[in-house]
């Protein structure tokens, strides 16, 4: 029962009839996020000049918008102007609303970015062991916050960290610009992010988080920077959004090892739709590595791919656990991609070297139709893992033109199996498994009729 209201959420926001819910939900004064109170981060002494650092105007602006939270909430609005600042935190029933020409930058003093422990489901940073930067901007156990504006900017001024990164001079893994933990109801909406240190949105441990109508981009030369990145959430849809980064667009993840595992907090109910993506040196639309917790029920479609080097990648590795299931991506349009579709189980970083090489993850169901590729190199490269094959992968109606003639065959594969009907290039023999048909296949038709009835 739970899981029909789920569904029904997550169809609603597919279908665009989630407005009317949020309003219902936020009274009836206006469009989503609209609040009874308003303050402006100048009553709190802040200075748009670019050189003024405004971490303490945000903080007090926040805790003072805190008291308005059972009065319907309250707006922080940020006019005009280029708002320096250091990390700070938000709270529940809150909106910031950026003006159109209101930029929020991050700081280049590393000291404004304090230290956290790393996600219990990560038990380490990212980049190197132990603690980690804070986010510039954080939720942590909220509910009810919109972060949106009339296409105002939220810079993270990334290069500083992308040169501590490279010359080992960073202490700690470096601070993504937005990050809900443990938080629900979370909208952001009709902003630009530029040059986030690391991720540009990270839900974690979160539920019901709406991305629209937004904007990212990094330096696509930058070591490893992704845009969106639920993990370990129940319920998120992405829409009518353009990224363009130097590693993953969306990835998808829960987890890394044995910290995931013991967490057990799965990522489900994934609505993609009409997003605009590139990843210079990752993927698109990326699952994993970290999956430990497991990742089911994903639903990507209407997505436009260019310049990127892989196009969809499911990433894994023994030692990692979990599963990645019930993924279903359709209408899809790539042009100049290096690898279509990659699927590997040799993803080999590992928190520590603490991993129980017989935890082996499951891939299982995963649907990749209507999609037509241009300038691609390579349609396919799918390795399982010896004595844990990746199964139900199923290939429907894919058209990809190959100009790269030096990559002497456009699939390779081993330890997989599945179907696969009209595709072009003929794919591998083991995705036409001789005893399987297409009712071993994912798919979102039947599997929206039955949520349904
Ligand atoms: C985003 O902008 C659109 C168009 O102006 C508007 O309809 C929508 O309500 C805005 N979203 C939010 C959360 O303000
Ligand atoms: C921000 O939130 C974190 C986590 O809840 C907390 O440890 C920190 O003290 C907060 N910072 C401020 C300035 O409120
Ligand atoms: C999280 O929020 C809930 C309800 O708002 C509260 O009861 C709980 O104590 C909070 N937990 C932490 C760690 O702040
Ligand atoms: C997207 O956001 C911009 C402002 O950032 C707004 O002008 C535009 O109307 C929005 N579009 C939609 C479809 O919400
Ligand atoms: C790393 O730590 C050293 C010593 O505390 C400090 O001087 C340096 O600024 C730190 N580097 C960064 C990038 O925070
Ligand atoms: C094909 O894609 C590659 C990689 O994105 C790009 O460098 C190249 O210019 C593209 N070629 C054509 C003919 O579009
Ligand atoms: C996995 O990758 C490592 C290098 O990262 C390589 O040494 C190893 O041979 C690969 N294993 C398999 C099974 O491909
Ligand atoms: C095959 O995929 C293309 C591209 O997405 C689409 O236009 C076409 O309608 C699909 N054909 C069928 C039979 O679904
Ligand atoms: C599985 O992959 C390994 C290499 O990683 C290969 O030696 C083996 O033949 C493959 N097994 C099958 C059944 O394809």
């Known amino acids: 029962m739970k899981r029909l209201v789920v569904l029904a959420w997550a169809l609603a926001v597919v279908l665009g009839s989630v407005h009317g819910d949020v309003r219902r939900q936020w009274g009836e004064q206006g469009p989503p996020g609209s609040r009874p109170h308003s303050v402006t981060i100048t009553e ?14 945000f903080q007090n602006a926040v805790f003072y918008a805190r008291s308005f939270a059972d009065k319907g909430g309250a707006q922080l609005y940020v006019p005009k102007g280029r708002w320096l600042t250091g990390s700070f935190n938000l709270t ?16 280049k003093e590393s000291s404004q970015w304090p230290v956290v422990e790393p996600l219990p489901s990560y038990g380490q940073g990212l980049d190197l062991p132990g603690p980690r930067h804070r986010s510039l901007i954080n939720g942590y156990n909220l509910t009810d916050v919109v972060i949106t ?15 501590w990164l490279s010359s080992h001079e960073l202490n700690h893994s470096r601070p993504h610009l937005v990050e809900f933990l443990y938080s629900e109801e979370i909208v952001i909406s009709n902003l630009t992010f530029l040059n986030s240190p690391a991720w540009s949105i990270h839900p974690v441990y979160c539920s019901n988080v709406k991305v629209h109508n ?6 696509l030369d930058a070591p490893f920077t992704d845009g969106i990145v639920p993990d370990s959430c129940l319920n998120v849809c992405i829409e009518d959004s353009t990224i363009s980064v130097s590693h993953d667009a969306i990835s998808v993840k829960s987890g890394w090892d044995k910290y995931g595992i013991s967490m057990g907090r799965p990522t489900s109910d994934i609505y993609i739709n009409r997003v605009d993506l590139q990843a210079s040196f990752g993927a698109a639309l990326a699952f994993g590595s970290e999956m430990s917790g497991g990742i089911s029920d994903i639903h990507a479609a209407h997505l436009k791919i260019h310049g990127s ?12 656990g979990g599963y990645i299931k019930e993924v279903v991506i359709s209408d899809v349009e790539m042009d100049g991609v290096l690898v279509a579709i990659e699927f590997t189980g040799n993803s080999t970083s590992h928190p ?6 017989s935890e082996l993850p499951v891939i299982d169901q995963i649907t ?3 999609m037509v590729g241009t300038n691609i190199s390579v349609a396919g490269v799918l390795l399982g893992i010896k004595g844990d094959p990746f199964t139900a992968i199923c290939l429907s109606n894919l058209s990809f033109s190959i100009t790269d003639s030096a990559h002497s065959s456009p699939w390779s594969c081993s330890n997989v199996s599945g179907y696969s009907e009209s595709v072009f290039p003929e794919p591998c023999s083991e995705l036409n498994t001789p005893s399987s048909d297409s009712s071993i296949c994912f798919s979102l038709a039947s599997y929206s009729a039955t949520a349904v009835a």
Do not use: C, M, Y
């Open 149 to 163: 504006g009339n296409n105002g900017v939220i810079d993270g001024q990334g290069s500083v960290w992308w040169d």
């Open 92 to 107: 529940s029933h809150l909106t910031v609303f950026l003006e159109e020409d209101a930029t929020i930058i991050g700081t």
């Open 214 to 219: 937004v904007t990212i981009k990094t330096s």
């Open 352 to 357: 520590d070297d603490d991993f129980d090489p």
């Open 309 to 320: 080097n892989k196009g969809f990648s499911f990433k894994t590795t023994p030692g990692r």
């Open 44 to 57: 709190f002494g802040a200075v748009g000049d670019g050189k003024t650092l405004n971490t303490v105007p």
């Open 368 to 370: 990749l139709e209507n």
